[in-house]
Structure formats: structure tokens, C-alpha cells
């Protein structure tokens, strides 16, 4: 048995605790006693506000040129178009460094922030074939010890648009990818009953999750969220959904927004958001309202999607309040639990959370309380993974 002992932390509710850490798990939370004789070797957080390690919960490490040379962005001719968005980052692909070495640069850079679990959508159509998973599968083994990782299969350019991918996404779950993604069936792919039947027919037939990228606007979006929440219940995976993006939830009407948030809460499909700058996104204050599950990701970094990006969850759920209109305290709170709790519900994480017997991995850093946190978005933060320090001041340790 290995214990671990913390004095003087600061929960979110403020109070002052002692915590232990016995086995890499939380054993005792308690009131601070100021001992006058603490336990040998006990590590003292001094009143640092003491989170969960935060969940990214949508991200591409197979896609990203963080740590490599600068790729100017090429904006698209006529407006956003996924199709040719996909074009660039083919072209772009082309010419970067080794996949290994891009997706190992924007781990360790999302570690050091604080990031402990993640979910990354990998790659995988005609033109890559299994390439990109087989790559990224084997960076998720080395970092193993040190961050959890779901990966989605995901058919980037569509899959009736690209013959072959069925087969290949398959392979993709049988090799040791966790979720099946998609892609805008109706306007990739054209075809919502068909790519929704392959989707879920995997899912099934894997007992695989689902996590589903949705950039339609307008009603034909809703009309696509729609159809994914009723084949979510249909098929009894209430919680083993997610849609990603969502734009047209935040293109709609107050009663149709009220409508689309009641069937996500009935069926359970969780609603990923990274509030982007120039596309309308999920009103997130409306929907946990409704009871969906809100969490977020920082999605492309600096790749041929868009240049920003700093894998810092703490950022975006500054981002996330900020773009939402959040002020109050308790509003500030629901942005910083988008990119914590909730991620770690709609990841279906086991042990999440600063509670006995959860796992200890959660980050310290300067602030009063949560609300300060996300405004303020201090970046001197240790982050700990079953109580070890592995990262400082947005650093690696070695």
C-alpha cells in the first residue's frame, strides 16, 4: 500500500482539506487539521484550489501540426464547405512530420494543462486506410500511464462517398478504436438512412460507442439530431452517444431548441461543443437546462481546419462562458463543469471527480474558487495522475 498526503487544499466549495491518496485513489478527504506534526513527506498545497483533471473530449492528435512548421490557413472559396476543408488537410498532411511526433507533441501539450482524458477522432477512409489508427493506437499505449484516451473511428470523408471505408471502420473498432464516428449524412454522404444504418450496425455489432460529427445547419441538422436520438433509444444506448458540434441546435427557434433538448435528454445523447468562433453552437445554458449532457473539446489545433488552439480545457471553458454570455457564479461554475464533470459523464469515465475512492488525478492551481479559475485561467497548475506530479506549469515532468 502506497499513500500519498496533501495538507491544506482548497475544494470548490472553499473549505480547507487534508487529502490522502492511497494506491493512486482519494482515501480520505478531510477538514484541514493543521497538524503540528504532518505526516512524513506530506505535500503541501498551501489554499490551492484543487480540480479534476479536466476531460478534452473531442480532439484529432492524427491531424494536428502543433510542434511543426506553420501552416498557413487556406480559406475556402465559396464559403465553409467540409468537402474541401478535407482537401487541404490532405494536401497539408502530405507535407508534415511524422504523424507520431505531431500527435506526441499535442498530447504533452494538452497533459500539461491539466487534460487527463481524452477523447480523439482518428482518421480513416480509402485514401489512409488503417494508417492513421494504427499510428495513433500505438502512441495511446505509450502514454497509457499517464492519460486516458478513447479513440473514434472516423470516416472523415464520408462513408457511401468513399467505397471501402464500411469495411475499414470495422477493422478500425476490431483493432482497438472504442467509438464509431460519421459525418453530416445528409450532406456528405446524402444519405441519412444509410449512414446512420452503418453507423449504429457497427455500434452493435462491436459494442461500440458512437460519437458523430454534425455540421449540418438549419432544420435538416435538427432533422438529423432527431433521427440519431431515435435510433439511440431504439437500440437501448442511452449515454453511449454524442454528437459533436451540433451547429444547427444553435440555428433554430426557441420551441424547436425546446424540443431538440427534451428528446436529447430523454435519449441521452450527450452534445459536444468547443464554441467556435465563427459558426453558431448548442446554447449550453439552455440544454443542460433541459438536461443533456454538455461537454466540450478544443477540436483542431492548429491544423488545416482553423490555426488556433492551445489544449487548454480551462481556456475553453473560459471560451465557452464567455461566447455564452456567462456572468454569475454559478454560470462561470456550469463552464468549468462542461470541461469536467460532464466530459467525464458523456466519456463514461469510472472513478472521475475529487471524492473518496475516485482516482487522484486532479490539478492544482492558483484561484479563490471555480469561478475565478475559469476567468482568470491561471497557467501556474500542477497536474497529478494518481497523486504524482506529471506535469508543472503547463510542462511535462520527465
Known sequence: MHEIHFLNAKLADGSPTDITVTDGRFSTITPAANAASPPAAAIDLAGQLVLPAFVEGHIHLDTSFYG???????????????????????????????????????????????????????????????????????VREHYRELIDIQLVAFPQSGIQSSPGTAELLDEALKLGCDLIGGLDPASFDRDVKGHLDMVFGLAEKRGAGVDIHLHDGGTLGL?????????????????????????????TSADALARAGEMLAASGVAIMTNAPGNHPFPPVAALRKAGVTVFAGSDNIRDSWWPYGDGDMLNRANMIGYRSGFYEDWELEAACDVVSHAGAKALG????????????????????????????????RTVYRAGRVVARDGSMKG
Not at 81 to 88: C, G, K, N, Q
Not at 109 to 135: F, P, Q, W, Y
Not at 350 to 373: C, M, Q
Open 68 to 138: 511543426d512548421a506553420w501552416r498557413p490557413h487556406i480559406p475556402c472559396t465559396n464559403g465553409f464547405d467540409v468537402r474541401e476543408r478535407v482537401a487541404f488537410q490532405m494536401r497539408n498532411l502530405d507535407q508534415a512530420a511524422p504523424m507520431r511526433e505531431r500527435a506526441r507533441n499535442q498530447l504533452e501539450l494538452c497533459i500539461g494543462n491539466g487534460s487527463l482524458a481524452m477523447r480523439s477522432h482518428v482518421m480513416v477512409d480509402a485514401a489512409v486506410g488503417l494508417k492513421h489508427v494504427e499510428t495513433i493506437l500505438a
Open 223 to 251: 432533422f438529423e439530431i432527431e433521427e440519431i436520438a431515435a435510433r439511440t433509444t431504439a437500440l437501448g444506448m442511452q449515454g453511449k452517444v454524442a454528437v459533436s458540434h451540433a451547429y444547427a441546435l444553435g440555428d
Open 349 to 380: 469515465l469510472e472513478g472521475y471527480g475529487i471524492a473518496v475512492g475516485a482516482k487522484a488525478d486532479f490539478v492544482a492551481l492558483k484561484a479563490e474558487h471555480v469561478p475565478e479559475a475559469v476567468v482568470a485561467v491561471p497557467k501556474a
